[in-house]
């Protein structure tokens, strides 16, 4: 309350354009900016043949895209800001969400997990972090935290549902949402990623939730092999489409575009993460 918050500090030094921009675009359905890049794929797949023929373990997609991610919000610590009734906060950790399917079929069940980073981790032991979230996810019988206080505000009539949830909205706001509410949340984070690749459909831009304050957004997609220009000829090239989208009230256009320029170069050079930061 009165700016303080269980989750953020607030930045008080901003220029007044910035500070003013909130109360222009209040909600982040309206302040959302898409981009995209067609990922090389060649890179990734080296890394990741060459990482098993030394015996360093197996990687996938999502391990190097996660990394990526918790690296350059650690180099541009501005990403992980997020905005909340009017002001601007600085998050107090690293947090990327996903969704884990429980099983791969129409009927299977889905969970979401948030895991915490420091920022210093190497590629290694950002797999290793994924690996055990998903293990510990990926069965019909598993509940996390956010599974547990979804099953207690579903178990309630739908009219309770929506006086809870606009509750817990309104708590957010004004700074007095309990952290054991927040530590669950997984539309409270700094990233949120969606990897569509895992089932074979196409990439897209994703919304931003007006509910958390998620800031930014990256979507995987099923790669695939396209026509590309390289030193002015046109081969054929193994492309993922990889989309983000992002709130543009916290961070300037050229904060943004350098940030994202550094997470292409962490792409196509994935070794650079198996040093930490």
Not at 89 to 101: D, E, H, L, Q, W
Not at 188 to 204: C, E, Y
Request: glycine fraction near 6%; charge should be positive; charged fraction near 20%.
């Amino acid at each position: 309350m009165f700016g303080f918050r269980p989750d953020g500090k607030k930045v008080r030094d901003i220029d007044p354009i910035q500070r003013i921009i909130p109360h222009i675009m209040r909600h982040r359905h309206d302040s959302q900016n898409f981009t995209g890049i067609d990922l090389p794929c060649e890179p990734m797949d080296s890394f990741i043949k060459d990482e098993l023929a030394q015996g360093n373990g197996t990687y996938n997609y999502m391990h190097i895209i996660i990394a990526g991610i918790v690296r350059i919000i650690a180099r541009y610590p501005r990403l992980n800001r997020f905005i909340m009734n009017g002001r601007i906060y600085s998050r107090n950790a690293i947090n990327v969400s996903f969704v884990v399917k429980k099983g791969m079929t129409a009927d299977a069940a889905e969970t979401t997990v948030k895991l915490d980073f420091t920022g210093q981790e190497t590629i290694s032991q950002v797999r290793d972090k994924v690996n055990a979230a998903i293990s510990s996810n990926n069965n019909l019988e598993a509940e996390n935290g956010t599974d547990k206080l979804a099953r207690l505000i579903t178990f309630t009539p739908n009219m309770v549902i929506a006086f809870l949830i606009w509750l817990i909205k309104t708590l957010d706001k004004h700074g007095i949402l309990p952290m054991s509410v927040i530590n669950v949340s997984p539309f409270h984070t700094s990233a949120f990623v969606t990897n569509l690749k895992s089932i074979k459909g196409p990439s897209i831009f994703h919304h931003l939730y007006d509910f958390g304050n998620t800031g930014l957004f990256f979507a995987m997609g099923k790669e695939a092999m396209v026509p590309v220009v390289e030193d002015g000829q046109v081969t054929i090239g193994k492309r993922m489409p990889f989309q983000i989208v992002t709130d543009e009230r916290f961070c300037d256009g050229f904060y943004f575009v350098s940030a994202l320029r550094l997470l292409k170069e962490f792409y196509t050079n994935p070794a650079m993460l198996k040093e930490p930061l």
